[in-house]
């Protein structure tokens, strides 16, 4: 008699509950300290495996505030933003009279905009009258660069998380499909 062991199986085990370690370290770092990631304010985790072994999430976010803190606004605008282009050609731009990286006044009338503290879009009514002292241009803000700081906590929580959690959760899983892992054989070897 021999005892096959089912590899695929039990990588696949593995796999599983080490994504769901990382989902849920994803969440917790979310959750925790980038509030313009959450769920609730347009973003997205979804998960991915490559094919040769690499699993993991994709996150993405459609709440501006997000990008202005990653890419900086007006004359402090990262010059590198890779949604820079869209942004230009979108409402948002204030397109005659923006003709650079500063922020101008815009003309009177009606146009989208994003509210700062949500990082949702909104209408707003400009006068397009300027009071006196009133500038005309306006700085911007700073970028405060977030997703490499993301990134590197959610890999320290998801250790903490293994180092804590893993080795229960595998072997609660082992023990509840173990017999579809280890198999017993009865076949005649000769």
């Known amino acids: 008699m021999t005892i096959d062991f089912n590899e695929d199986l039990f990588m696949s085990i593995l796999t599983e509950q080490l994504q769901?370690?990382?989902?849920?370290?994803?969440?917790?770092?979310?959750?925790r300290r980038y509030p313009f990631w959450s769920v609730e304010d347009g973003t997205k985790i979804e998960s991915y495996a490559d094919g040769t072994g690499t699993v993991g999430y994709?996150?993405?976010?459609?709440?501006?505030?997000?990008?202005?803190?990653?890419?900086?606004?007006?004359?402090?605008?990262?010059?590198?933003?890779?949604?820079?282009?869209?942004?230009?050609?979108?409402v948002y731009w204030n397109r005659p009279y923006r003709t650079g990286p500063s922020i101008v006044t815009r003309p009177e009338g009606v146009y989208q905009s994003f509210n700062w503290e949500t990082g949702r879009p909104e209408m707003k009514e400009a006068s397009g009258d300027l009071p006196p002292g009133f500038k005309t241009r306006y700085q911007g803000e700073e970028a405060d660069p977030q997703i490499g700081r993301m990134v590197q906590d959610v890999a320290d929580v998801f250790?903490?998380?293994?180092?804590?959690?893993?080795?229960?959760?595998?072997?609660?899983?082992?023990?509840?499909?173990?017999?579809?892992?280890?198999k017993e054989n009865r076949e005649v070897i000769k």
Do not use: C, H, W
Request: no cysteine; net charge negative.
């Open 20 to 31: 769901s370690l990382l989902f849920s370290s994803v969440q917790e770092v979310i959750a």
């Open 159 to 182: 250790m903490d998380k293994v180092d804590a959690e893993a080795s229960d959760l595998i072997m609660s899983v082992l023990n509840m499909r173990g017999n579809a892992v280890f």
């Open 58 to 90: 994709t996150i993405s976010t459609d709440n501006a505030r997000a990008f202005v803190l990653e890419f900086g606004s007006g004359e402090f605008m990262d010059e590198s933003n890779p949604y820079l282009d869209d942004y230009k050609k979108s």
